[in-house]
């Protein structure tokens, strides 16, 4: 050992003090044990390995998913003087020829590599002949099965342990919920790592969700009224919206580029650039965009689509205010986004088993866009962080929401369901109820059911909310097969026997001061 930790910190980071336990973790590793380290985004993770890396005699191999994240990490270390060099499928041959002997020589600090490149013979025959300090395996969340990051090439990292017996491991992720983090242990064999986890809550974040309307317009209110300058990222389901929703804020005079998989590698890296460098630009991207971006001064993060569990938000909501100014976090959500997001997971090859996990994060996600009580609180407790007192800084403590005994209007959308023969969508099952006289309602003849116009006293929003709620708090069930027909489930007995009394909440559109619509 050379230096020690802290004037590493100081003379080549430049920083004054360490953060949190990033200390604890340095000189876990520094002895030579194995360490799991949970922080959110933003934590500081990037030098609970960095530091060990130059205090250590030998090379640090940096285990990375992404190539573009390693090359951002790598100019800003070789800014600072540090070695550090990655090897990945597009390196050119002479200049890998330079790095093996650089790292075969004992002159580099670090070295990055994708896992699949980590675990070609090849590579590891070279790693045989090297010194090696450590093994940082970032973004360790990728592990996991049950994770929207998965990959594959994750779960052979377990070989390191055998191949290298005696290099300490670090494992390092944004992501933790209580299975997530026992699932990366298991996976990854840190049978005796030290776990180090940090809390979880982003204090400067403001969390708001309300009901999707006419999801554009109210974002554009939403930027217009809190964030008229301000970069942000704008998180869409598919390819196609993020395409719309980027024009159509061009075209109201905000710049914003499109960002996902179908682009082409330049013109994502080239948006990508601009949004890192230049200030008041939106970013609309699908999740493919943020793993590993390090842009402190995003002020929003906003959903136009529901993600698919609290995971997901909670990293991608993660991206704003890493510099701990105030940022908010704002979603729209409705009906249609879960029954997409079903229909999303009833498509996908997975096992039942994985398929009925993805159903219980979504339903996690679905508790935290209905919840009456304090958002971060229900955040806080997915991760397994209770809080006892209430945030004070998220929408539904600032505005608490009114509920209303919705217990005859559910039992009415319930029969509603059930005299239609459970094979209809919202869309139709709300015309009934209102006594629309539509041509489906005509076709079916369900102008003759026994619930037909039973509910013109509340609005078709206000019909569509109960709908929505219903599903979301799991007494309706979305059928896939048949495109989003709903279906009555067990859960519904007692209401509808009126054994049970249910709560609804009142749906809010706009944000904060806008007048909600109140059924009478
Ligand atoms: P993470 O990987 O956990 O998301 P990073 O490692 O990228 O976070 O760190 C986030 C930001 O915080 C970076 O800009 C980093 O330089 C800064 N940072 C990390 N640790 C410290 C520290 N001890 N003092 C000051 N700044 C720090
Ligand atoms: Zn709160």
Known sequence: MTDSALEILHNTFGYESFRGFQEEVINTVIQGLDALVLMPTGGGKSLCYQVPALALAGTTVVVSPLIA????????????????????????????????????????????????????????????????????????????????????????????????????????????????RKEIAERLELDNARVFVDSFNRSNIFYRISQKKQGKQQLLRFLQKEHPDDSGIVYCLSRKRVEDTARWLNEQGRLALPYHAGMSNEERSRNQQRFLKEDGLIIVATVAFGMGIDKPDVRFVAHLDLPKSIEAYYQETGRAGRDGLPATAWMVYG?????????????????????????????????????????????????????????????????????????????????????????????????????????????????????????????????????????ARGYINVDIEGHGSLKLNERCRPLLKGDERILLRQDRYEHASTKSTKPV
């Open 69 to 180: 994240l390693m090359e951002d990490q790598i100019s800003s270390l070789k800014q600072l003087g540090i070695r550090a060099e990655s090897l990945n499928s597009g390196t050119p041959y002479p200049e890998q020829q330079r790095i093996e002997q650089e790292l075969l020589t004992g002159h580099l600090d670090l070295l990055y590599v994708a896992p699949e490149r980590l675990l070609t013979e090849s590579m590891q025959r070279l790693l045989d002949q090297v010194k090696l300090a450590l093994f940082a395996i970032d973004e360790a969340h990728c592990v996991s099965q049950w994770g929207h990051d998965f990959r594959p090439e994750y779960l052979q990292l377990c070989r390191l342990k055998y191949r290298y017996p005696g290099i300490p491991r670090i494992a390092l992720t944004a992501t933790a919920d209580l299975r997530t």
């Open 335 to 471: 009906l249609q986004d879960v029954v997409l997001l079903r229909q999303i997971q009833a498509g996908s090859n997975a096992s039942p088993e994985i398929q009925r996990v993805e159903q219980q994060k979504l339903d996690a996600m679905l508790s935290l866009c209905e919840v009456t009580s304090c958002r971060r609180q229900v955040l806080l407790n997915y991760f397994d962080e209770p809080m006892d007192e209430k945030c004070g800084h998220c929408d539904l403590c600032l505005e608490p929401v009114e509920t209303w005994d919705g217990t005859e209007a559910a039992r009415k959308a319930l029969s509603c369901v059930y005299r239609t023969g459970q094979l209809f969508g919202v869309s139709h099952l709300v015309d009934v109820l209102m006594g629309k006289e539509t041509t489906k309602v005509s076709q079916f003849g369900h102008q003759h059911t026994s619930t037909y116009g039973i509910g013109k006293d509340y609005k078709q929003t206000e019909w569509r909310s109960v709908y929505r709620q219903l599903v």
